[in-house]
């Protein structure tokens, strides 16, 4: 058999009430009664109150001030770790060395770094094959456009999203084609 809760008598004191009818009887909540007043003794009835009150907050800077200087220093070096584990990642994706990663931040990053890459590919040419006028033609001519591109890329980085992206695009197509000449030159110097 059921509990049944003994019905309240409506308050006459002018509160707004609500009335419920039930199969088990009828049940009426005033507004006071939904609001949940906080009476000294009893929990907080919610976060901001919890919060608030000054035993909890006593207690919380107790706990910090005697744990605070433990964790502090364990915390930044696990940040710091982090960090560098982030930045040897990226730098491995973009093929540079993780030292020189800061040079390499922002949305025109990647197209610097793959810059610098080609760069450093075409000087290495140069080193190997620098006695042949046809690699010497195509270094010069490399290494002018590369300059261009990377004023291109220095000037997409302060340019609209919509623009930067196209611009961007326009300089990968560049970059892709002096790629491919590059391959030629050194399959080519592969060869027997």
């Known amino acids: 058999m059921a509990l049944r809760r003994k019905s309240r008598a409506r308050s006459t004191t002018g509160d707004t009430s609500r009335s419920t009818d039930t199969a088990s009887g009828s049940r009426t909540v005033t507004k006071k009664a939904r609001k949940q007043v906080t009476v000294p003794g009893t929990k907080p009835a919610n976060l901001v109150q919890t919060l608030t009150d000054p035993k909890v907050a006593r207690r ?101 999203s919509g623009r930067r992206r196209a611009t961007l695009r326009a300089i990968h197509r560049d970059l892709n084609q002096i790629e491919a000449d590059l391959l030629t030159f050194l399959v080519r110097a592969d060869a027997p």
Do not use: C
């Open 60 to 160: 919380g800077l107790t706990i910090v001030k005697l744990v605070g200087p433990t964790v502090t220093p364990i915390a930044i070096q696990a940040s710091v770790g982090i960090r560098k584990l982030v930045d040897q990642q990226r730098a491995q994706r973009l093929g540079v060395d993780p030292d020189r990663i800061g040079a390499y931040r922002g949305p025109t990053g990647p197209t610097a770094a793959r810059i610098d890459g080609l760069t450093g590919s075409i000087e290495d040419l140069m080193r190997r094959r620098g006695s042949e006028p046809p690699v010497v033609r195509f270094v010069d001519a490399a290494r002018r456009r590369l300059a261009d591109l990377s004023n291109a890329v220095e000037t997409a980085a302060s340019m609209p």
